[in-house]
């Protein structure tokens, strides 16, 4: 997954007008910030156990395990990303994300 580089570290104090502007409610925009950083996290997860699948070996045991200087590079890279919370909110705010509304059609 390829992270712009724009995108902060640290939390932002955000304008709920800011928030509500696509949606016209604060708990949607929040509830599709929350889905795409849920999605975010699998797909970093995914990756980071792809990465670090190439290290480990079927007969390592606790015992036998020792530091590999890339895995820890790796690891670290990882850890100082942005939280994908933040991600999917400066997404969201730039008008990177695609959502739509599905509305229930009730019967009379």
Known sequence: MEIKKNIPN???????????????????????????????????????????ADFSSPTDTMEETFENREQIEISRYYERLPKPAIIATEEFLDDELFFKENKEVKEA
């Open 10 to 52: 640290n939390t932002i104090t955000r304008k709920l007008v800011d928030l509500d502007r696509e949606t016209g409610n604060v708990y949607e925009s929040i509830n599709i910030i929350a889905r795409r950083a849920n999605q975010i996290a699998t797909e970093l997860k995914t990756e980071l156990n792809r990465k670090l």
